[in-house]
Each structure stands twice: as C-alpha cells, then as structure tokens.
C-alpha cells in the first residue's frame, strides 16, 4: 500500500512541477494545486498509515495504544488543507485580475505591464 501511494505522490508531484513551468496562468494554478495535495499526502503517509483504527487514548494512563493512529498528522493535513485552498483561492484572484488587465493569460505578456497604469 505504501509503494503505491509513494508512486502517487511521486506522480503529484511531478505533475504539479509540470504544470508550474507552463506558460499559462491557469496551469500555474493547477501547478499549486497538484503540489499541495502531493505534499498533503506525503505528510498524511508519513504520519503512518492504520486502517480501521481511531485514535483513543486510555484513560488511565494516558498514553496511547502503539496500535492506535496518530491524530497529530491528521491535524496537519486538515490545516494544510485549508492553507491550501486559501492560497489557490488568492491565486486565482490574481489571475482574474491579471487577465482582466492585460486580456490574456501567458507569463509573457507580463513583459508589458510597465505601461498599463
């Protein structure tokens, strides 16, 4: 199971990397997006991967049992998340902006930007 999800994240990855040496604005945004669910993943395999098992706590010693999952990069990746989906959101923001602005979206229109006021 571990080797096929190191493949995906391999994959993400190389997609995303791809995608951000693109001129196009709109695979940059694909670029983010691909990078942040391969490192999302990463930190979610690394954490180590339980199936079927919550994470408790025992309540009379405090400690977890070695067979339980760790919640911790659970927390990571929900928060992850949410960065991400900010990040693309402000990203798309400026790729609306930039459009509207120069009426395309190739990186090297971006050339001419010194004469729009």
């Not at 983010?32 to 408790?56: C, D, E, K, V």
């Amino acid at each position: 199971m571990e080797l096929l999800i190191s493949i995906l994240i391999g994959a993400l990855f190389a997609g995303g990397i791809f995608c951000l040496l693109r001129r196009s604005l709109m695979k940059l945004v694909i670029g983010i997006i691909l990078l942040s669910q391969g490192a999302n993943l990463l930190l979610f395999t690394a954490g180590g991967l339980t199936t079927g098992r919550p994470a408790f706590v025992d309540s009379a010693t405090g400690v977890a049992h070695p067979l339980h999952a760790d919640p911790i990069p659970q927390a990571l990746v929900l928060t992850a998340i949410v960065i991400g989906f900010a990040v693309v959101a402000f990203t798309l923001a400026l790729l609306l902006k930039a459009y509207r602005e120069l009426g395309s979206d190739d990186i090297n229109t971006f050339n001419q930007t010194d004469r729009i006021s």
